[in-house]
């Protein structure tokens, strides 16, 4: 069974700067690509970063130039570094995890979700 879990979530004003960590733990067996989506309220969900264990990092339009997206292979977590940010970053962030499986099949795992709030 895989975990994500995340953490960094919160409350700030516009302007202002959060950073989201999310954790994997359990039988994971080869990482593809690690990621952070979003979904505002009453939106869809939308990719913000993604970055892969080999490859560029990607980043939706809206966060180019204020968000980055970090990796600790051996600790097989994903970071999102978010600065100035706007109160159209308020959204529900959520960390996903591709993984190849032992037999090759890829497989998708979700963290819990954790809410941004951006407001003055």
């Known amino acids: 069974q895989v975990q994500l879990v995340e953490s960094g979530g919160g409350l700030v004003q516009p302007g202002g700067s959060l950073r989201l960590s999310c954790a994997a733990s359990g039988r994971i067996f080869s990482i593809y690509a690690m990621g952070w989506y979003r979904q505002p309220p009453g939106k869809q969900r939308e990719l913000v970063a993604v970055?892969?264990?080999?490859?560029?990092?990607n980043y939706a339009d809206s966060v180019k130039g204020r968000f980055t997206i970090s990796g600790d292979n051996a600790k097989n977590t994903v970071y999102l570094q978010m600065n100035s940010l706007k109160p159209e970053d308020t959204a529900v962030y959520y960390c996903?995890?591709?993984?190849?499986?032992?037999?090759?099949?890829?497989?998708?795992?979700w963290g819990q979700g954790t809410q941004v709030t951006v407001s003055s």
């Open positions: 996903k995890l591709i993984a190849y499986r032992s037999s090759g099949s890829p497989v998708e795992y």
């Open positions: 970055i892969p264990s080999a490859g560029s990092t």
